[in-house]
Nanobody, 124 residues
Framework: QVQLIESGGGLVQAGGSLRLSCAAS????????MGWFRQAPGKEREFVASVTWNGVTTYYADSVKGRFTISRDNAKNTVYLQMNSLKPEDTAVYFC?????????????????WGQGTQVTVSS
């Protein structure tokens, strides 16, 4: 069982930056690939970024490539999402998720555990 708690969301102006954190409980954090997803009001949840269990390989949605960076610190049981050059269309609730597959995936059905989400609002 893995529990995930996101933090770091907030209100930021367009062009600004935020760093989201996702703290995981449990001893097996390094056995999971991690991902970030988001859901805007009235829209379906969408993939943002994913990282392998060892942090070597990352994968991004085209909409965030070059602006967002996913990373992890297995010693701290934490995964991060650095978001730069934010746009109003990045406004959403952001969720982190853990996958037993250990490899990157954009498919939400490959993730076994989910956090409660943190709100990110980008004003124009």
């Amino acid at each position: 069982q893995v529990q995930l708690i996101e933090s770091g969301g907030g209100l930021v102006q367009a062009g600004g930056s935020l760093r989201l954190s996702c703290a995981a409980s449990g001893r097996d954090f390094s056995n999971y690939a991690m991902g970030w997803f988001r859901q805007a009001p009235g829209k379906e949840r969408e993939f943002v970024a994913s990282v392998t269990w060892n942090g070597v390989t990352t994968y991004y949605a085209d909409s965030v490539k070059g602006r967002f960076t996913i990373s992890r610190d297995n010693a701290k049981n934490t995964v991060y999402l650095q978001m730069n050059s934010l746009k109003p269309e990045d406004t959403a609730v952001y969720f982190c998720a853990a996958s037993r597959l250990r490899t990157v995936s954009a498919r939400d059905y490959n993730y076994n555990y989910w956090g409660q989400g943190t709100q990110v609002t980008v004003s124009s």
